[in-house]
């Protein structure tokens, strides 16, 4: 089970000179003075609409953020020595509209699998939470399809109602892992290009369930700048890069930080932009003693996942 992360608490006296937060309530003004106290990165490596970027999403953090499931569609797949029913889903956030809206597909053996993985650590709370059962007969039917389609997508709304088990690792799980297992396999392989797809799919449905935990993320962003670098993209490279940062920074990841600065470096030179911030940071990242950092590559760090 995961609590909201906390950010390491230290000070800096830079953002608030540099830009303001958006117009805000009372009470989001209360908490913007707080925060900018209690930032965990230096406010003279980002630009101002770096900055920006970075309050928005920082105010996401403290937004409820609700997200809707939809099974608009469903397929059977038959093999030779088996026949199943894929059923497609589509996870929206609600509230505006939602104009990142990708596809997964999952068999009723991974709702199964998820639902048993959820009963070990939630059993008392999923207590009215009932599992859409097979039939016994005339499951590939039609309307027997069409049927499981709306359990399956109301089942996900319920277990999504339970604010613990939204939040756990079995849940995030169900809707990214088979789409990062497989891209970075592709990655390791060197295929690039469809490894970069399916990492942009995984990260679109991350960043709408993971608002309560911003570094889960930062695996998926690290592994796409990999495959863009590795395209020659190094444009769209930097900016992931970049937009990683401030949360490596503000959580303090070090196995990250290192690299991914390290990166930056070698990107910025490569794209004649001025580098010698983040070279600063990088040298006070290694020689600080507070803490070993990682000595590996960017990349050598991404390969190791879902190893």
Same mark, same amino acid.
């Given at each position: &089970? *995961? !609590?909201?992360?906390? %950010?390491?608490?230290?000070? #800096?006296?830079?953002?608030? $000179?540099?830009?303001?937060? =958006?117009?805000?309530?009372?009470?989001?003004?209360?908490?913007?003075?707080?925060?900018?106290?209690?930032?965990?990165?230096?406010?003279?490596?980002?630009?101002?609409?770096?900055?920006?970027?970075?309050?928005?999403?920082?105010?996401?953090?403290?937004?409820?953020?609700?997200?809707?499931?939809?099974?608009?569609?469903?397929?059977?797949?038959?093999?030779?020595?088996?026949?199943?029913?894929?059923?497609?889903?589509?996870?929206?956030?609600?509230?505006?509209?939602?104009?990142?809206?990708?596809?997964?597909?999952?068999?009723?053996?991974?709702?199964?699998?998820?639902?048993?993985?959820?009963?070990?650590?939630?059993?008392?709370? &999923? *207590? !009215?939470?009932?599992? %859409?059962?097979?039939?016994? #007969?005339?499951?590939?039917? $039609?309307?027997?399809?069409? =049927?499981?389609?709306?359990?399956?997508?109301?089942?996900?709304?319920?277990?999504?109602?339970?604010?613990?088990?939204?939040?756990?690792?079995?849940?995030?799980?169900?809707?990214?892992?088979?789409?990062?297992?497989?891209?970075?396999?592709?990655?390791?392989?060197?295929?690039?290009?469809?490894?970069?797809?399916?990492?942009?799919?995984?990260?679109?449905?991350?960043?709408?369930?993971?608002?309560?935990?911003?570094?889960?993320?930062?695996?998926?962003?690290?592994?796409?700048?990999?495959?863009?670098?590795?395209?020659?993209?190094?444009?769209?490279?930097?900016?992931?890069?970049?937009?990683?940062?401030?949360?490596?920074?503000?959580? *303090?990841?070090?196995?990250?930080?290192?690299?991914?600065?390290?990166?930056?470096?070698?990107?910025?030179?490569?794209? =004649?932009?001025?580098?010698?911030?983040?070279?600063?940071?990088?040298?006070?990242?290694?020689?600080?003693?507070?803490?070993?950092?990682?000595?590996?590559?960017?990349?050598?760090?991404?390969?190791?996942?879902?190893?």
């Amino acid at each position: &089970m *995961e !609590d909201e992360l906390e %950010p390491h608490d230290s000070k #800096t006296s830079t953002a608030k $000179e540099t830009v303001s937060p =958006e117009q805000s309530s009372p009470q989001q003004e209360t908490f913007f003075n707080n925060e900018e106290a209690d930032v965990g990165f230096s406010a003279s490596c980002l630009t101002t609409a770096e900055l920006q970027q970075h309050w928005r999403a920082v105010k996401q953090e403290f937004r409820s953020i609700k997200l809707l499931f939809d099974i608009p569609s469903a397929r059977i797949t038959e093999q030779t020595i088996s026949k199943y029913v894929v059923y497609q889903i589509v996870v929206i956030r609600s509230g505006s509209y939602d104009c990142k809206r990708v596809a997964i597909e999952r068999r009723y053996s991974d709702f199964l699998h998820l639902h048993q993985e959820l009963l070990l650590d939630f059993s008392e709370e &999923m *207590e !009215d939470i009932v599992m %859409p059962r097979k039939k016994m #007969t005339g499951n590939f039917s $039609e309307e027997n399809i069409a =049927e499981r389609r709306v359990a399956l997508r109301d089942y996900l709304t319920q277990l999504y109602s339970l604010r613990l088990v939204r939040k756990s690792q079995a849940f995030q799980a169900f809707f990214t892992r088979q789409e990062l297992k497989a891209a970075y396999n592709l990655l390791r392989g060197g295929r690039f290009s469809r490894a970069l797809e399916g990492l942009q799919t995984a990260l679109i449905i991350q960043e709408k369930l993971s608002s309560h935990n911003p570094t889960l993320v930062i695996p998926t962003l690290c592994a796409i700048l990999v495959c863009q670098r590795d395209l020659e993209d190094f444009d769209a490279a930097f900016q992931t890069g970049r937009r990683a940062l401030p949360t490596v920074r503000r959580y *303090e990841l070090r196995q990250y930080h290192g690299p991914l600065l390290e990166a930056l470096v070698d990107l910025g030179y490569s794209l =004649e932009l001025p580098v010698a911030q983040l070279q600063d940071e990088l040298t006070r990242v290694r020689d600080a003693p507070h803490g070993q950092v990682s000595l590996v590559s960017l990349k050598e760090l991404v390969v190791q996942e879902f190893v």
